[in-house]
């Protein structure tokens, strides 16, 4: 299958966007019924809503498995089928771990790669696939942010904000404060995640910023769900 082709960003404008997104969506085989019977219509109902789209394929008892960049690939390819009729509207798209996909996906609209704290280097990260695409890190306490903002990335993921099953290998949330906090100091755009719902939503939203799973994906209208997430980090606080 021909993976869909997006105009190709330059730098400043990746940026741009980035610094005006709120809600990403963490987009995860593994998480909602609609998923992982192969289907993308949670990501579609969602579209209207997101920002981002960060690709996520995850094996919790084998994360090297053969495969996985394979997998990645696939699944980053339908989602920019998905949104490729959405000229500049579309939301930034990112893969997960993978730096290779994301540099053998840049010409087709992959916008760059998010590092856990065991993957890739930043710094090595950067070299390998230039000045332009994007390089968000997750961190999970104020030290990993001191460390994040000294290397060459662009945004951070900072949580478990709430108990999440997709974040249990943490040893507990850090609650909506500490993300907070974390993003008034890190000075680059920080996305809470972590647990957060429609119900738990305006507790994040001071930070002004989300990267959701479960809470779209699962949720019975992820439309309405994402709709509801969006308004809360957006809403007055």
Not at 58 to 87: C, W, Y
Request: a negative charge.
């Amino acid at each position: 299958m021909v993976g869909g082709v997006r105009t190709v960003k330059d730098a400043g404008d990746l940026r741009t966007q980035l610094a005006a997104a709120h809600l990403m969506l963490v987009f995860s085989p593994e998480s909602g019924p609609g998923v992982t019977s192969g289907g993308l219509a949670a990501v579609e109902a969602a579209l209207p809503w997101i920002d981002a789209i960060q690709i996520r394929v995850k094996n919790p008892d084998h994360p090297e498995a053969p495969g996985l960049a394979r997998a990645t690939f696939d699944l980053a390819e339908r989602v920019l089928d998905l949104i490729s009729g959405a000229g500049s509207d579309s939301p930034l798209v990112l893969v997960n771990d993978r730096v290779d996909v994301a540099a053998a996906l840049a010409d087709r609209g992959v916008d760059g790669v998010h590092l856990g704290q065991s993957d890739a280097v930043p710094a090595t990260a950067r070299g390998f696939l230039g000045p332009r695409p994007l390089i968000g890190v997750s961190t999970h306490s104020m030290s990993q942010v001191t460390q994040a903002i000294q290397d060459p990335v662009d945004y951070l993921g900072f949580g478990p904000v709430f108990p999440s099953a997709t974040k249990s290998g943490h040893a507990g949330e850090v609650g909506p404060e500490a993300a907070w906090i974390a993003s008034q100091t890190a000075g680059l755009p920080l996305f809470g995640i972590g647990g957060i719902d429609q119900i738990n939503a305006g507790e994040i939203g001071p930070v002004r910023r989300a990267a959701v799973c479960a809470g779209i994906l699962a949720a019975e209208d992820p439309g309405r769900a994402a709709e509801a997430i969006r308004a809360a980090l957006l809403a007055e606080n």
